[in-house]
């Protein structure tokens, strides 16, 4: 990973303070955390200066607890009726990121991190309000205050209003979107109180939604400078009725500070040559060798047939409504075959994991259904299997067809959100193509493509092979995507 070090040039207009409520590896329960920890480390060697800050949780590891310095304390007030409360900085650096960590024992000493919104909108009310006065307690003003997810949506807002004429009102804001299922969502009343921030804001403009309840997100969105999403198909998805939950018109309306800007991944992590939990390591010009000899490790490991020549499917997933899985069910009996394996890790809905669970006794040595959140297993998955199937509802961005082109995986995926936008089609013509999909939300679709990438794999091996390779060789990396926020920072300037 770059170092902050005297080579590196810092831009004007790169500074940059990241606000959001997780970050990898402090704490982390989404993608939210993974965005949070790699694209600050991606913006470095481009020049830029940032400072992440988030909430200081009892359930941060000791090893990093133990780290952090006291960089200062200052009471704030926040409520409607003048309530104080105690703002304490705690600070580290890891590799060349400052990590400002907001302290305060009665907000953040329980939970992990989440509980519910009851106490989760005070929670975040004193997290955004906070981390502009830590800025301005710092005397580090930044360019940009980039803000992520419902949980930092309060900070455009307040920028704009409690903290006008302070040093830190010089910086634009931008709020994006990671997940708009969840928007903090309560009555006007609890979020006038904990707020503390004038009525006029209360109206359908900015936070009102319903008679008597407000909505943080719709309020940061009104207010941010601008808004991205992390797909440019899931930034046009989200002002339409069905994805964009209830939000679309206020999105809509708002659609000229509307950006999608995809996610990379980590490739230090997903990295199939250094991978110490693969059996065999590889990278594009010996994955053809390798793969069967993962593919046979992972056979039996998971007490399949071990047999190189059948056409391994992975999902990994969390089993949920938005993945997609009742396509997968409903074309189960028609797509599994005797040339076919088909490996599924995940957990969720008990509804989806007793139905995987019913094919692997229906299909033994075929089906395996291993209904475990397992980091290890997921390693091998994507490096052992053919192709893995992504053929979700909605996909803001997604990460695992990203990983599995990385691994030399081949992506079945529908062509929606992030999907859409990093797997391109594969073209029967030309052989050009990353991976095979489909449009429509139909079982019937689903089935034609996974039976269109069986045959290629059974029947046109070399054009298979070459699939394989360009994913590997495809750049799923940060680097893209940081400098695309780049070029945003410094359009806002
Ligand atoms: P989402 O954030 O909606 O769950 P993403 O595709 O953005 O979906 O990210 C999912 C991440 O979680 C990937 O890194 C994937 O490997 C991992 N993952 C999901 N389920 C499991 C599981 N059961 N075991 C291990 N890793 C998992």
């Not at 995809?262 to 040559?273: E, F, L, Q, T, Y």
């Not at 938005?322 to 040339?339: P, V, W």
């Not at 994507?382 to 990983?403: K, N, W």
Request: proline content about 4%; aromatic content about 12%; some cysteine.
């Amino acid at each position: 990973m770059p170092e902050k070090n005297e080579l590196t040039e810092i831009k004007p207009g790169a500074r940059v303070a990241f606000i959001g409520s997780e970050s990898f590896p402090f704490i982390k329960t989404g993608g939210l955390g993974d965005v949070m920890y790699a694209l600050p480390r991606a913006l470095l060697p481009l020049g830029c200066e940032v400072r992440v800050l988030m909430p200081c949780y009892r359930c941060i590891p000791e090893k990093y607890r133990d780290q952090m310095e006291y960089r200062g304390s200052f009471m704030m007030d926040l409520t409607q009726d003048g309530r104080t409360f105690y703002v304490g900085i705690m600070e580290l650096e890891l590799d060349g990121v400052i990590y400002d960590f907001i302290d305060n024992r009665e907000f953040f000493d329980w939970g992990n991190p989440y509980t519910g919104l009851w106490e989760d909108i005070p929670k975040y009310c004193y997290f955004a309000k906070a981390s502009l006065a830590a800025l301005n307690y710092l005397n580090w003003v930044p360019d940009v205050v980039h803000c992520h997810d419902w949980q930092a949506a309060l900070v455009p807002v307040y920028l704009r209003t409690r903290f006008d004429g302070t040093p830190v009102s010089q910086a634009r804001s931008i709020l994006t979107i990671h997940n708009l299922r969840f928007q903090g969502i309560c009555s006007i009343d609890h979020l006038k109180y904990w707020t503390g921030l004038p009525d006029y804001l209360f109206d359908y403009a900015v936070f009102k939604v319903n008679d008597g309840e407000a909505n943080m997100f719709k309020g940061g969105l009104a207010y941010a400078d601008r808004v991205t999403t992390v797909s440019e198909t899931y930034a046009e998805e989200i002002q339409t009725d069905f994805y964009g939950e209830g939000l679309n018109g206020h999105l809509w309306y708002h659609r000229a500070k509307l950006r999608g800007i995809v996610n990379g991944i980590d490739i230090d992590i997903w990295n199939s040559r250094t991978d110490r939990l693969l059996p065999v390591q590889y990278d594009e010009k010996d994955v053809l060798s390798a793969k069967p000899v993962n593919k046979k490790a992972l056979q039996e490991r998971l007490g399949l047939m071990v047999d190189e020549s059948k056409f391994v499917v992975g999902l990994i997933s969390r089993l949920t409504d938005q993945k997609g899985l009742d396509l997968i069910n409903a074309a189960f009996t028609q797509m599994i075959n005797e040339n076919m394996q088909v490996v599924i890790l995940g957990t969720g809905d008990p509804r989806y994991e007793n139905a995987f669970r019913y094919y692997e006794n229906t299909y033994p040595g075929q089906v395996c259904a291993y209904i475990k959140y397992d980091e290890s297993l997921a390693h091998q998955i994507y490096a052992s299997s053919d192709a893995l199937l992504v053929p979700s509802l909605f996909e803001p961005c997604g990460l695992t067809q990203l990983i599995a082109m990385r691994y030399g995986t081949v992506p079945i995926v529908r062509e929606t959100g992030g999907l859409k936008d990093t797997v391109e089609p594969f073209n029967e013509n030309t052989g050009e193509g990353n991976g095979f999909t489909f449009d429509q939300y139909r079982a019937d679709l689903l089935l034609d493509a996974v039976q269109r990438a069986q045959r290629v794999y059974q029947e046109e091996r070399d054009r298979w092979n070459a699939v394989v390779v360009r994913d590997m060789e495809k750049d799923v990396s940060w680097g893209l995507s940081a400098k695309r926020y780049l070029e945003l920072y410094e359009e806002l300037k």
